[in-house]
C-alpha cells in the first residue's frame, strides 16, 4: 500500500491480468482464485492513472472489490448496473473497456468524471447529482418486467447518497411495485453507520442463502393457515436479525435487508452477491467499504483525498521559478465573509447541503458550531430549513452550487420566494465549472431565478465585490442570491470593511469613445475590460442582474450604436434576455448583440478552454463585437 503522496506511481505499473480484460466478458471467464490478483492489479492501476490526470479519488478506491463481483457475477450490459454518486465509477470504466482512456479524465476530449450514456453501453445512467440510482434503476425494472425480458437491475449507492429524501422515496415505491431491484447501499462512513463483527458476516451469509429462503418462503406457505405461529416465526426472525443488524429500516420499508457485510472480503462479497442474484422483489445489501482503500493518506483523511489534482513529476531543472501568488478563491471569500458576520451579528445561521469544504465553511463550522448547519445532500430541505429560521428572526445563509439549487426550486419559490423571506443565498460554481463538466455546470440560474418575483439577484466581477455584494443582498429584506465562479477571481484587493452597494446600480469599468458599450455580468469582467480597451468601448459592469440598473442601459442605448451583453450563462433566459425584455418594453429599437452560451450542454474541460471555445474570452469577445459592426456597417452604409 502506498504510504504517502509521493508514492503514488507516476509509471505504469505492471498489470498483466488486467491488460487481459477488455470487456466484463473477459473477467467472467476467470478463475475465481485469479479475482484477488485482479483487485490488486486495478487498484494499482487506478492510482497510477488519477495520479496521471486528477480526478475523484477515494470513492473510487473503496469500490474496487465490489465492482470486481457486479462485473463477475452479473451480466452487465444486459443486466443493468446504475453507480450513484457517479464518482466511484473509475473501477468500472477500467474494466468495461476504458483503461487506457482513464489518464484522459475530466480533461477536454476525454472521458467523462462520471457515468455518462453515451461513451459507453455498460454506463447505464448518466449521473452526477446523487441519490438518483433507486429510481432509474426501479424504471428499468419495470420497464424489463413491462417488456418481459428477463435482465437483472442493480443499483449502487454510496458516499452519503442515501441521505437524500429522493432516495427513500424510490425505496418506498420499489417495495411497493415487488420489482425484481438489488440496491447495495455502500457504507463508506459517508453515510449509515455499519455494525462490524463475524457474527454479522454469518448471519448475512446465512440470510442470503438459497437454503435459507427455500425455508423461509416454505414456512411461510405451511404457516399462513396459522397466523399466530406465522407471527411468531416473524417475530423471532425480526429479533436475530435485529440484534446483528443497523436497524430494521429497510425491512419496514419493504425490503429484504442482508447485510452489512466486509465490501473488501472478495469471497465473501461474490459468494452473497451469488446467493442474492436471483432472488425475487426489491432486495438490499449493506456492505461497508473504507473510501481510499489501498492508499494510506486517503484512509485516514477521505474528506482531503475525495479528489487528487494531476501529480507533475519533479523537475530536472535546479532553479526553481518564483511561484506566482493566487489569490484567495471566491469559495474562500465567501467562508470568510460569512465568520466576519456571525462575528458581528448573533442572528447569522450556515447552512450547506452536504458541501461544507467545497462551499468554504469549514472556519464557520469550527469557530460557530452552533450555527451550523449540514444537513447531508438534501437541498430542498436547506432551503426550507432557510426558510424557517428566517422565520423565527435569523438571518440565513444557504451556501448551494448553482447545479444543486436546481434540486430546489420548488422549495425556492414557494417557501422562500412567496413568503417574501429574508434567506440569502451564496451561490457557488456558477458558469463553467471546467472538468465536472455539464453535469455540475451552473450555467442556468439566472434563467431559473430571474423568473421569481421577491428575488434580487447579484454577480461580482471581481473577490473584492462578491465580499461587498454579499454583505448588500445579507442586508436586503428578502430572498437575495450572489452568484460566484469556481476557482480564483482577478486578484482584486479585499477590503476588510464591508460597504453595501447601490441595490440595482452598475459602475463604470471603462470610458470609451467607440460605438459600443459593454454590458459585462459576472465573472467575464477581466475580458469585457480586455475587449473594451482594444475597441476603445465603454465598460459597464453591471454587478446586478435583478434588479438591473434601468438608467444606465437606457443612458448607453442612447449614446451608442451598438449594446453588447456578455455573461458566463446560457444566452437564453439570462442577463441579455433581461436586457432585451427592457428596451423593449422601453420602446427603444437598436441593435444588441448577446454574447453568452448556446443551447447546449457544456461538456468537461478547463474552464478557459471552454470560455475561448465559445468565444467568451477577451479575444473571442472582441472578434464577434468587430464583426457585428462590420455586419451592421454593410447594412448602413450611412451609419454615423
Known amino acids: 500500500m502506498p504510504k504517502t503522496f509521493t508514492d503514488i506511481p507516476l509509471t505504469r505499473p505492471a498489470t ?54 457486479l462485473h463477475y457475477l452479473f451480466d452487465t450490459p444486459h443486466d443493468r448496473l446504475v453507480w450513484d454518486v457517479g464518482h466511484q465509477c473509475y473501477p468500472h470504466k477500467i474494466l468495461t473497456g476504458r483503461r487506457e482512456a482513464l489518464t484522459s479524465i475530466r480533461q477536454r476530449h476525454g472521458l467523462s468524471g462520471f457515468p455518462k450514456r453515451s461513451e459507453s453501453p455498460y454506463d447505464t445512467f448518466g449521473v452526477g447529482h446523487s441519490s438518483t440510482s433507486v429510481s432509474a434503476a426501479l424504471g428499468m425494472a419495470l420497464g424489463a418486467r413491462q417488456g418481459d425480458k428477463d435482465r437483472r437491475t442493480v443499483a449502487v449507492i454510496g458516499d452519503g447518497a442515501m441521505t437524500a429524501g429522493q432516495a427513500f422515496e424510490a425505496l418506498s415505491h420499489a417495495a411497493h411495485t415487488r420489482a425484481n431491484l438489488l440496491v447495495i447501499l455502500n457504507d463508506n462512513t459517508m453515510s449509515i453507520g455499519h455494525n462490524v463483527g463475524g457474527l454479522a458476516n454469518y448471519f448475512a451469509r446465512i440470510w442470503a442463502s438459497k437454503t435459507y429462503i427455500a425455508l423461509r418462503e416454505g414456512g411461510k406457505k405451511v404457516l399462513s393457515a396459522m397466523p399466530a405461529a406465522w407471527d411468531f416465526v416473524r417475530r423471532t426472525e425480526e429479533s436475530m436479525k435485529n440484534m446483528v443488524s443497523p436497524d430494521m429500516l429497510f425491512e419496514a420499508i419493504g425490503f429484504n435487508y442482508i447485510g452489512p457485510i466486509d465490501g473488501h472480503d472478495l469471497d465473501e462479497l461474490t459468494a452473497t452477491l451469488e446467493n442474492m442474484r436471483d432472488l425475487e422483489g426489491p432486495q438490499l445489501l449493506h456492505v461497508y467499504t473504507t473510501k481510499g482503500k489501498g492508499f494510506a493518506p486517503a484512509e485516514a483523511d477521505p474528506v482531503g483525498y475525495h479528489a487528487l489534482n494531476k501529480i507533475e513529476p519533479k523537475a530536472k531543472v535546479e532553479v526553481a521559478k518564483p511561484a506566482k501568488a493566487k489569490g484567495p478563491k471566491y469559495q474562500d471569500v465567501f467562508g470568510q465573509w460569512l465568520c466576519d458576520m456571525a462575528e458581528r451579528d448573533p442572528r447569522v445561521v450556515g447552512i450547506t447541503p452536504a458541501m461544507c469544504e467545497g462551499s468554504g465553511m469549514v472556519a464557520f463550522r469550527d469557530r460557530f458550531p452552533d450555527r451550523y448547519h449540514d444537513v447531508a445532500i438534501c437541498e430542498q430541505h436547506a432551503v426550507t430549513l432557510g426558510a424557517g429560521l428566517a422565520c423565527e428572526g435569523q438571518k440565513p445563509v444557504v451556501a448551494i452550487y448553482s447545479t444543486f439549487l436546481q434540486r430546489g426550486y420548488d422549495q425556492l419559490i414557494h417557501d422562500v420566494a412567496l413568503q417574501d423571506l429574508d434567506v440569502t443565498f451564496g451561490l457557488d460554481r456558477a458558469g463553467i465549472v471546467g472538468e465536472d463538466g455539464a453535469t455540475h455546470g451552473g450555467v442556468f440560474d439566472l434563467a431559473y431565478l430571474r423568473t421569481v418575483p421577491n428575488m434580487v439577484i447579484a454577480a461580482p466581477s471581481d473577490e473584492n465585490e462578491c465580499r461587498q455584494l454579499l454583505y448588500t443582498a445579507w442586508l436586503h429584506q428578502g430572498p437575495a442570491a450572489v452568484r460566484y465562479p469556481r476557482g ?66 437606457l443612458g448607453a442605448a442612447t449614446s451608442h450604436t451598438l449594446l453588447v451583453t456578455l455573461e458566463d450563462h446560457q444566452r437564453m433566459g439570462g442577463a441579455g434576455s433581461a436586457v432585451n425584455e427592457l428596451l423593449m418594453d422601453e420602446g427603444v429599437v437598436m441593435p444588441v448583440l448577446n454574447l453568452a452560451l448556446p443551447d447546449e450542454f457544456v461538456h468537461h474541460g478547463k474552464r478557459e478552454a471552454l470560455l475561448a471555445d465559445h468565444g467568451l474570452d477577451a479575444a473571442g469577445v472582441e472578434r464577434q463585437i468587430r464583426d457585428r459592426l462590420q455586419r451592421l456597417d454593410a447594412a448602413l452604409p450611412n451609419r454615423a
Do not use: C
Open 488 to 553: 480564483t477571481g482577478p486578484g482584486a484587493i479585499i477590503e476588510d470593511n464591508m460597504t453595501p452597494l447601490p441595490l440595482g446600480k452598475s459602475r463604470v469599468l471603462r470610458e470609451g469613445k467607440g460605438p459600443v458599450t459593454i454590458l459585462s455580468f459576472g465573472a467575464l469582467g477581466e475580458a469585457a475590460r480586455e475587449a473594451g480597451e482594444a475597441l476603445d468601448a465603454t465598460v459597464l459592469d453591471m454587478r446586478w442582474v435583478k434588479p438591473l440598473d434601468r438608467d444606465a442601459i
Open 16 to 69: 498483466p491480468l488486467l491488460d487481459s480484460i477488455h470487456a466484463p466478458a473477459d473477467l467472467r471467464r476467470l478463475a475465481p482464485h485469479r479475482l484477488e490478483q485482479l483487485v490488486d492489479e486495478l487498484r494499482a492501476y487506478l492510482l497510477f492513472a488519477v495520479g496521471r490526470s486528477g480526478g475523484h479519488f477515494g470513492a473510487g478506491l473503496g469500490v474496487v472489490e465490489l465492482t470486481v463481483a
